[in-house]
């Protein structure tokens, strides 16, 4: 109090020139500003007053000075769960003219045509055939996962201590879950609704609020904290506060009539606040599959706004990078006329626990539908192997993103492998095979950018160090595709909020749509088992 005083001391002592006055006076906040119309957006570029570039709708080369970032902020606002991710990539397929196929029905494919089918909401699978393509052509993949570290509901989550109403949640993959703490947090997922004709209807429901925080423990009653370091048990002390025990009796006494299993299992609060998203009676929830998620909208940052700072970069980032650059290198008249492949993109879900799941990249979903596209598109007899002979054309680019050097950490990095931010996509190397690149995929992909102008780096782990892994290994030793492993280098991986440089962005989208146009004339130009 008495600095301030002082100051205001000194104005009076000494106060600004008029011109000055005048111009604080009248100063405008500066306005934040947003683009046109994007070609996949219709909401608002949040926590930016950056303009973008667009692209645009006719655009096809590589080389446009276009950005997505706009259209990623979009797409990660919208994408608080592994389920909206999916079903946001469906409709901007729908926009785009994909058309949806089922895994239940048998399927009428053409050359030139735009595919694609989701399984269980979490997992998404799109190709276009090309125009000149013959069984036995090769399939030009990236693969990349929908799911993030996060907090999940119990079966039943509902709990009390202390006079407060508190949501039982399961810790899923390896997050940095001390960051989760003094968070604004919320819930999003998928639940099941009762229809009016005894059907059952499945949907997707985010509470955008506030809903939930998890409080840290004041330092005064934890004095040694930071010598010792914050260590929370995440069974007992990870445990969201949802409300006062005030308004769990307030809502006992409104939904007393209601016995259902789902209700007995979660605070009626909780389910309130679902049936409001929802515009649907509580009685109608027969089941929920929910996230912890933080409110907080993704947005740029640094002083050129140069950073995304945002949850789930890992692994959304790379999946919106692959998506786009489907759509686009196939969306004007003439993109696939001279094609002999199929590109595809493979978006798999619980990458983060092991692939190990339906929806996972251990289950055959990708190379199943390779198989039926095969079986579909051949007209006549094709001689053996159709199949066997289209993998071994075939190369997967597997995306996930990579470590970028940390300027508070760099010993964590092997000394000549430093990825940084803004420089391009990251080809990892590991010679126990957890990335599954070899020599010459990771010539073909880098070769890729050379000819686009597209700069690449490397990177290994430390000797004295453990290595972490993707879906490339398991995909590549599934059926035997050539893959390279890569990823945009980022910062605060499994945090709940992760930074990545802006221009990564642009560079891994015009890296991976280089790929779909011209990996088949690269391709030709090596031949290793001949």
């Not at 949501?167 to 609704?193: E, M």
């Not at 879906?471 to 709940?496: E, F, Y």
Request: hydrophobic share 35%; charged share 20%; proline share 4%.
């Amino acid at each position: 109090m008495a600095a301030i005083t002082r100051l205001q001391q000194l104005q009076l002592l000494h106060p600004p020139p008029l011109t000055v006055r005048r111009s604080l006076l009248f100063h405008k906040p500066k306005q934040l500003t947003r683009s046109r119309p994007r070609s996949f957006s219709t909401s608002p570029i949040l926590c930016s007053n950056n303009s973008h570039n667009t692209p645009e709708s006719s655009a096809s080369t590589v080389g446009a000075n276009a950005s997505i970032v706009g259209d990623l902020l979009d797409y990660l606002n919208e994408s608080w769960t592994h389920f909206h991710a999916t079903a946001e990539a469906k409709r901007q397929l729908i926009a785009a003219g994909f058309h949806l196929l089922n895994e239940n029905d048998e399927w009428d494919l053409k050359p030139g045509g735009r595919y694609f089918f989701t399984r269980n909401m979490s997992c998404l699978v799109a190709f276009s055939v090309g125009e000149k393509y013959t069984v036995g052509n090769g399939f030009h993949v990236i693969a990349a996962h929908t799911d993030s570290p996060c907090l999940k509901l119990k079966p039943r989550s509902a709990s009390s201590k202390s006079g407060y109403l508190m949501i039982n949640v399961q810790t899923y993959g390896g997050g940095l879950w001390h960051t989760w703490f003094d968070r604004d947090l919320s819930v999003a997922g998928r639940v099941i609704l009762r229809g009016s004709n005894g059907s059952f209807v499945h949907k997707l429901v985010k509470v955008k609020r506030p809903l939930l925080r998890i409080p840290t423990l004041a330092i005064h009653l934890d004095r040694t904290v930071n010598k010792d370091g914050f260590k929370p048990n995440v069974e007992t002390q990870l445990i969201p506060l949802l409300a006062s025990k005030l308004e769990e009796a307030s809502m006992e006494t409104k939904e007393k009539s209601t016995t259902t299993s789902s209700k007995a299992a979660h605070h009626p609060l909780l389910m309130q606040a679902l049936s409001d998203e929802l515009n649907s009676n509580i009685d109608d929830i027969v089941s929920i599959e929910l996230n912890v998620c933080d409110t907080q909208p993704s947005c740029l940052g640094g002083g050129n706004d140069e950073f995304i700072f945002s949850g789930r970069l890992d692994n959304l980032a790379s999946s919106y990078c692959a998506l786009r650059a489907l759509i686009d290198s196939c969306k004007s008249p003439g993109d696939l006329s001279s094609e002999q492949a199929i590109r595809m993109v493979a978006l798999f879900d619980n990458e983060e626990v092991g692939s190990g799941s339906i929806q996972g990249a251990g289950a055959p979903t990708m190379f199943q539908a390779m198989r039926r596209i095969i079986s579909c598109l051949a007209d006549k007899y094709v001689g053996e192997g159709a199949f066997e002979r289209a993998i071994r054309k075939s190369f997967l680019v597997s995306a996930d993103m990579a470590h970028g050097v940390h300027p508070n950490f760099m010993d964590k990095h092997e000394e000549h492998h430093r990825p940084e931010m803004q420089k391009g996509l990251v080809i990892k190397h590991n010679a126990n095979q957890r990335y599954a690149t070899s020599g010459v995929t990771s010539f073909l992909f880098k070769e890729i950018g050379k000819i686009h102008n597209l700069p690449t780096q490397e990177f290994v782990v430390r000797n004295d160090m453990g290595c972490g892994s993707t879906i490339g290994p398991i995909l590549a030793s599934g059926a035997g595709i050539r893959t390279v492993d890569c990823g945009i280098p980022q910062l605060s991986m499994h945090s709940v909020r992760e930074i990545c440089g802006k221009e990564d962005i642009d560079i891994a989208y015009k890296h991976f749509k280089a790929f779909y146009q011209t990996f088949s004339s690269i391709d030709k130009k090596l031949n290793v088992d001949s």
